[in-house]
């Protein structure tokens, strides 16, 4: 293998891992791995063919469009497409089109990516992280509606609560282990606990703090989305909380260092993402479209963007905004 293949093999294996911010080749392989086991399982392998099309084609038009060298070899090109590649044959019926619609949405994953390090992380200092994705992706099934040669498979979200109605109970101790990994396997679109547990053995492999950044993230999703009785079959699935799991290790461990007011401010974050989560969930249902990370993305944007200063901007005084006479009058 010469040092060019190596190369590009080592920046896709990276791009994988760096879903979960791992800048690990290892780790990218392992979860490789868990989306496979995921298509074992379920006995359908698109997930996979389009996992492996959406990161090479991604990380391949980085190389094409000779962006930052850097952060192509650290994979940060890599990883929304290989999102693209899962969640379009996870919502459209494979097909000849639906790989032309993948491998083109991949590069086009790419640009966005570009776009947003040129704006919001070079002005504001906020990283892109799984945004292009989410916008990409939005595009692409929103799109999918008007072609006819392509095929929505997937189904709405159910919005009433089975626990309101008493239809369901709170899960066993077996179905919340199954919950907490699901929820870790869903930043995949995995709906498989194993996968789930391979995918966390990756990123512990890399980073012990981001595997404990992870427990801690699925398990306050966990309990938040049981606790506010959110629908059970969505929390069953696991997509109650793989968006809280991104959010736990991105502001407790990846973009602001770790300390006892970061551990604070990253499980506020945590729990406002699964408030988000419902939220989207009920926004997105009228258009037809699933609410990918979002959650996660609004969440990291809103509580990134005041690190350096947590403090709101200095509001005048009630009366200086007073106009005419009123304004003119001393202050008691």
Not at 6 to 20: H, K, T
Not at 149 to 172: F, H, N, R, T
Not at 226 to 242: K, M, N, T, W, Y
């Amino acid at each position: 293998m010469d040092e060019n293949r190596q190369g590009f093999l080592f920046q896709c294996l990276r791009g994988a891992g760096q879903v979960f911010f791992m800048e690990n080749a290892l780790t990218g392989l392992l979860f490789l791995v868990a989306i496979a086991y995921a298509s074992f399982a379920g006995g359908d392998w698109a997930t996979t063919i389009g996992a492996l099309v959406g990161l090479v084609v991604a990380t391949l038009t980085a190389r094409l469009l000779e962006c930052d060298e850097a952060s192509i070899t650290s994979g940060l090109f890599g990883f929304n497409g290989i999102l693209i590649g899962i969640a379009m044959p996870t919502f459209i019926t494979a097909s000849p089109e639906l790989w032309f619609y993948v491998i083109v949405g991949a590069a086009m994953s790419t640009v966005v990516t570009a776009a947003m390090g040129a704006t919001i992380t070079k002005s504001w200092g906020i990283p892109g992280s799984t945004g292009p994705f989410v916008l990409t992706g939005w595009l692409l099934l929103a799109g999918a509606y008007a072609f006819g040669a392509l095929d929505i498979a997937s189904e709405q979200p159910k919005l009433v609560s089975d626990y309101v109605q008493g239809a369901e109970m709170i899960p066993s101790s077996v179905e919340l282990v199954q919950i907490f990994f699901r929820n870790i396997g869903q930043v995949f679109l995995l709906g498989n606990e194993i996968s789930g547990v391979i995918i966390l053995v990756g990123i512990l492999i890399a980073s012990r703090p981001a595997g404990i950044a992870a427990v801690l993230g699925s398990l306050i999703a966990m309990i938040a989305a049981i606790v506010l009785r959110a629908d059970p079959s969505s929390v069953s699935q696991g997509l109650f909380g793989f968006s809280a799991v991104l959010t736990a290790m991105a502001i407790g461990v990846v973009f602001l260092k770790t300390s006892p007011k970061v551990i604070a401010y990253a499980l506020m974050a945590t729990i406002v993402t699964v408030f988000l989560q419902g939220a989207y969930d009920v926004l997105m249902s009228p258009l037809g479209l699933p609410s990918f990370t979002a959650p996660y993305v609004l969440t990291l944007y809103l509580f990134i963007v005041p690190k350096k200063l947590l403090a709101p901007h200095p509001h005048k005084r009630v009366r200086e905004h007073l106009v005419g006479k009123a304004a003119d009058a001393p202050a008691k």
